[in-house]
């Protein structure tokens, strides 16, 4: 009887060891997740930001050939 006792002990201290191993896998999964995530919103942004200054630029050349052209005329 004590060596079943012992047995399921150890079984139950494996079972927790494994829990918490388990439990430490999922807790970095879910911050790999999350580093994930707010890197891909940086990226949004940053592209969002691109897009606005190629607008930007695309209307200063603009600008700048209806001055050109406008003081030619």
Same mark, same amino acid.
């Given at each position: 009887?004590?060596?079943?006792? /012992? #047995?399921?002990?150890?079984?139950? %201290? $494996?079972?927790?060891?494994? %829990?918490?191993?388990?439990?430490? !896998?999922? $807790?970095?999964?879910?911050? !790999? *997740?999350?580093? #994930?995530?707010?890197?891909?919103? /940086?990226?949004?942004? !940053? *592209?969002?930001? !691109?897009?606005?200054?190629?607008?930007?630029?695309?209307?200063? /050349?603009? #600008?700048?050939?209806?001055? *050109?052209?406008?003081?030619?005329?």
């Amino acid at each position: 009887m004590k060596k079943l006792n /012992e #047995s399921i002990r150890q079984l139950e %201290q $494996q079972q927790n060891e494994r %829990q918490g191993y388990l439990d430490k !896998m999922e $807790q970095v999964t879910q911050d !790999m *997740l999350k580093t #994930s995530q707010e890197m891909i919103t /940086e990226v949004e942004q !940053m *592209l969002e930001e !691109m897009k606005q200054l190629e607008q930007q630029r695309i209307e200063n /050349e603009k #600008s700048k050939l209806k001055n *050109l052209f406008g003081a030619e005329a």
